[in-house]
């Protein structure tokens, strides 16, 4: 089959559909016609300033128009992006340009040019400035150029180093190539109902593989519109829902009961959402069924990915819930996934076990890291780390990271197994359990909660749900009642575990 790389997919549409909308960040609109002639002139610049086929080029910018138009002309001038979190420090931004080995960064200048100061000059771009649109200011002698290089890309070409492991332990250069970014596509244009007909929102930061990988570059294989959010906040979510009426969207579970708490959501007309996409943490029935109410008719897909698989492995759809409805759902069309004992054998149907996959869209393997690509693709497959279990059906049923399970005197407890339970209570709002040090236990179980806004509950009294639903010994014997803003929450909307765990590795203070 052939894979079309996403310039040539971006030609393809400023081909056949000039006029169409391709991307809308405020009030700013770029159709692909125009998309396509920004593109080419951003990788006319970088090929003037020496950027070569396969060289890595960093982006240090918020997400925006601008940030898609640098990406796009990386890719028309046939080089490697490098998309890094421009809210890091100066000296972690400086760090991971130099492990990334990048020829040239580019930094936009909406941002403090202190926050890229660490990065050295000589292959430092800031683009633009004095107000005007980065992209439009600079490429101006460059426009009607040219670059010739995106002909020649070869599938196996790398199109992307994403950074991750950010929340486990020290970052690592995922290698996306070309082929595996167009098989991740396929995998969700045919699984879960994409079109050309949507109009899609980008809530999460573009340098994470959720706004990019599983979302941007879908749509713009499909010629639909992209809906840029540069900072996310529930109001400007909700507001640019409306406002641009549109048709579907991906969040992380956090973002969507933001969405769901928030009075604005059913003060606007959102009947124009007709898909909902959920992933990176549990989603009980509660949250469903609330979104269910607010939008009626819409579907909600509930996924399973990561960014080692390029990305995504499993979706629930709606029209499945029932069959399985505390699960990630079955593979994607192009995913083969096995359950595996700690032997490597297969595990029967119901056993818990490592959950192994291979696709054509698993990752080349860790920029520059051999060992640790070794230590995690084996055999020809992509061990995650993560443990689950698949049902006669093939259900998979997500217990948890291997990092993440708690081992507490002699017995192992799964920590997303008690975040389910304990988000079924009414006035959880956000639950996160983990592991802290037990001179008795060797570890014992200890959750964080948030509580909904206008509820009250006790430890004892979360501790009596969870026992009422939970073994013993799963039940948290620590419970730490937080205020939201005091959660350690990533830039993807994932809890930090890793952040909880140091903070109360002595127990409560």
Known sequence: MMTMPVAHQLRHHARHRPDKIAVIEGDRRLTYGELDALADAFAALLRSRGVD?????????????DWITYYLGIQRCGATAVPLNWKLTPAEIAENARTMDVALA????????????????????????????????????????????DSDVDENDTQAILLTGGTTGAQKGVMLSHRNIF??????????EMNEDDVTILATPLHHAGALIIWFIPHLYLGATSVVLPEYSTETLIETMAAHCVTNGWTPPSMTRDLLE?????ERDLSHFKRWYVAGGPFPRRDRDEMKALIPGVKIFYQYGLTE??????????????????????????????????????????????????????????????????????????????????DAAGYIRFHDRLKDMVKTGGNNVY??????????????R?????????????????????????????????????????????????VIFLEYADLPVNYSGKIVKKELRKRYARGIR
């Not at 990630?328 to 029967?348: K, L, N, T, Y």
């Not at 920590?415 to 959880?428: F, K, N, Y």
Request: overall charge negative.
């Open 53 to 65: 086929r396969r060289e890595r080029v960093a982006i240090v910018a918020p997400s925006g128009i």
């Open 106 to 149: 580019v930094v936009d200048p909406s941002m403090d040019e202190t926050l890229a100061a660490g990065i050295p000059a000589g292959i430092k771009l800031i683009v633009g400035g004095d107000g005007d649109h980065s992209v439009a200011r600079v490429v101006g002698p460059h426009r009607g150029v040219r670059a010739g290089v």
């Open 183 to 192: 098989w991740n596509t396929l995998q969700l244009v045919i699984d879960t």
């Open 262 to 266: 928030h009075p604005l959501a059913r």
């Open 309 to 390: 698989a390029g990305v995504m492995v499993s979706v629930l759809r709606d029209k499945e819930y029932e069959n399985a409805p505390d699960s990630i759902g079955r593979p994607f069309s192009h995913c083969d996934v096995m359950i595996a004992r700690d032997d490597g054998s297969e595990a029967s149907r119901g056993e818990v076990g490592e959950i192994l996959l291979r696709s054509p869209s698993v990752m080349q393997g860790y920029f520059r890291n051999p060992e640790a690509t070794a230590d995690v693709v084996r055999g020809g497959w992509l061990h995650t780390g993560d443990l689950g279990a698949m």
């Open 415 to 428: 920590s997303q197994q008690v975040e389910q339970v304990l988000q079924r209570h009414p006035c959880i």
């Open 430 to 478: 956000e639950v996160a359990v983990f592991g802290v040090p037990s001179e008795k236990w060797g570890e014992e179980v200890a959750a964080v909660v948030v509580l909904r806004d206008g509820t009250n509950a006790t430890a004892a009294e979360i501790q009596d749900f969870g026992r009422e639903h939970l073994a013993r010994y799963m039940v948290p014997k620590q």
